[in-house]
């Protein structure tokens, strides 16, 4: 790969890391209804995600995922199963969330 094309890749991931999104909102509230140590626990969690991806989007891995329908597959189902499970533990979880409104009036 040549360094040009690296260099605007890192930029890009970057800006992408850096520009406000759901993941924002998420270290937000998390910040809100339990403190800075659990935003900064969320952000850690984040920035990890991202460079996880950026990892395997520089390696090429995502041109596998999109090339082998198995792999994709596989990825794809693991992926459902996991957000089953974060689903199911959010219905049984005791604590009250932030309602979106209350989050929205205290960000802006």
């Not at 794809?76 to 009250?96: D, E, F, P, S, V």
């Amino acid at each position: 790969m040549d360094i040009n094309i690296w260099l605007l890749f890192c930029a890009t991931e970057l800006l992408l890391c850096l520009s406000p999104g759901p993941a924002v909102y998420y270290v937000v509230s998390h910040g809100i209804s339990s403190g800075y140590k659990a935003s900064a626990v969320a952000n850690i969690g984040i920035v990890t995600g991202s460079a996880l991806y950026f990892s395997l989007s520089a390696t090429g891995i995502g041109t596998l995922l999109s090339s082998s329908y198995l792999f994709f597959s596989i990825v794809k189902w693991i992926g459902a199963a996991y957000l089953i499970w974060l689903g199911i533990n959010l219905i049984q979880q005791k604590t009250a969330i932030i309602p979106y409104q209350r989050l929205l009036a205290i960000v802006l």
